[in-house]
């Protein structure tokens, strides 16, 4: 099964830039669907990003498009979660986890369909 690891949160201020590290082991990306969420305190988890099995596909939330990318030069074990323009409704814990997919169909943006999650990496944006 695959275990992550996430890291790279901190505060900063609003307009301010993080890269998020996700490290994988017990399994590859190729296998998987990968998908970095977010939950802020009192809300839902919520998915940020959702990367295809190949890295081909890519899907992001309205709300951080243009500003939050998974680049698509990741290394075999690791995911970034490149953010920028960052604003204080961005504030949350932000966690990774993955889904086996076989086709680009099988991409999804539930949480419930996801697994292997790690402890989350806190990302704090002051105005």
């Known amino acids: 099964q695959v275990q992550l690891a996430e890291s790279g949160g901190g505060s900063v201020q609003a307009g301010g830039s993080l890269r998020l590290s996700c490290a994988a082991s017990?399994?590859?990306?190729?296998?998987?669907?990968m998908g970095w969420f977010r939950q802020a305190p009192g809300k839902e988890r919520e998915a940020v990003a959702i990367?295809?099995?190949?890295?081909?596909?890519?899907s992001y939330t309205d709300s951080v498009k243009g500003r939050i990318t998974i680049p698509t030069n990741n290394a075999k074990n690791t995911l970034y979660l490149q953010m920028n323009s960052l604003e204080p409704d961005d504030t949350a814990m932000y966690y990774c986890?993955?889904?086996?997919?076989?086709?680009?169909?099988?991409?999804?943006?539930?949480?419930?369909?996801?697994?292997?999650w790690g402890q989350g990496t806190q990302v704090t944006v002051s105005s």
């Open positions: 986890a993955a889904k086996f997919c076989r086709y680009v169909t099988d991409m999804s943006y539930r949480p419930a369909d996801f697994a292997g």
């Open positions: 017990g399994a590859t990306f190729s296998n998987y669907c």
């Open positions: 990367i295809s099995r190949s890295g081909s596909t890519t």
